[in-house]
């Protein structure tokens, strides 16, 4: 119904920038929505690092805020985000996420998300 194909990864050098993609496709017609990129890094819990609304309501948590920025381009049907000021830290696999629920701003909780891609690589070195 549903496919989310990541792309973009890599790796870059401490204080570099990145930016990945996701690109979606549906069968179905979605008429709300919240997408957002997760991240995992090996040991350690998975964490939202921006959320977008179908209104364009954008949310970051205070560890990536003013760094990464995300966006939706409509007519490419690509989510974006846009990584700046990179840190080791940083390092994850990174997923694009969708929900088709209805929220003023989207949440951080993996589990509101039914659809998942399958992750591309971020690997930040100092």
């Known amino acids: 119904q549903v496919q989310l194909v990541e792309s973009g990864g890599g790796s870059v050098q401490d204080g570099g920038s990145l930016r990945v993609s996701c690109l979606v496709s549906?069968?179905?017609?979605?008429?709300?929505?919240?997408m957002g990129w997760f991240r995992q890094a090996p040991g350690k819990e998975r964490e939202g690092v921006g959320t977008v609304t179908a209104s364009g309501v954008a949310s970051y948590p205070d560890s990536v805020k003013g760094r990464f920025s995300i966006s939706y381009d409509r007519a490419g049907k690509t989510l974006y985000l846009q990584m700046n000021s990179l840190k080791p830290e940083d390092t994850a696999m990174y997923y694009c996420?969708?929900?088709?629920?209805?929220?003023?701003?989207?949440?951080?909780?993996?589990?509101?998300?039914?659809?998942w891609g399958q992750g591309t690589q971020v690997t930040v070195s100092s």
């Open positions: 549906a069968s179905i017609l979605i008429t709300n929505w919240c």
């Open positions: 996420v969708l929900s088709t629920s209805l929220y003023a701003s989207c949440p951080f909780d993996e589990h509101e998300y039914n659809y």
